[in-house]
C-alpha cells in the first residue's frame, strides 16, 4: 500500500452505512435519547 499511495492521502471523504440488525427504529432512537449528550449550542440564544 506505501508502494501505491505514495505521497497521497489514504482517507478520502465519502459516506459510512451500517446495519442494526434486528433492532427497530424506536429502539434506536431509545437508546440516542438516554447515551447521546445533548448539544450545547442548541440551547444557545443571543438576544438584543
Keep these: 500500500m506505501k ?3 505514495w505521497g ?3 482517507w478520502a471523504r ?3 452505512c451500517v446495519t442494526v440488525g434486528d433492532m427497530t427504529e424506536e429502539r ?3 437508546y ?3 447515551h447521546v449528550e ?3 449550542a442548541r ?3 443571543v438576544e438584543p
Excluded: V
Aim: proline share 10%; hydrophobic share 25%; charged share 40%.
Design 32 to 34: 440516542l435519547d438516554h
Design 3 to 5: 508502494k501505491r499511495y
Design 38 to 40: 445533548p448539544d450545547p
Design 14 to 16: 465519502g459516506y459510512f
Design 8 to 10: 497521497r492521502h489514504f
Design 43 to 45: 440551547d444557545f440564544r
Design 28 to 30: 434506536i432512537q431509545e
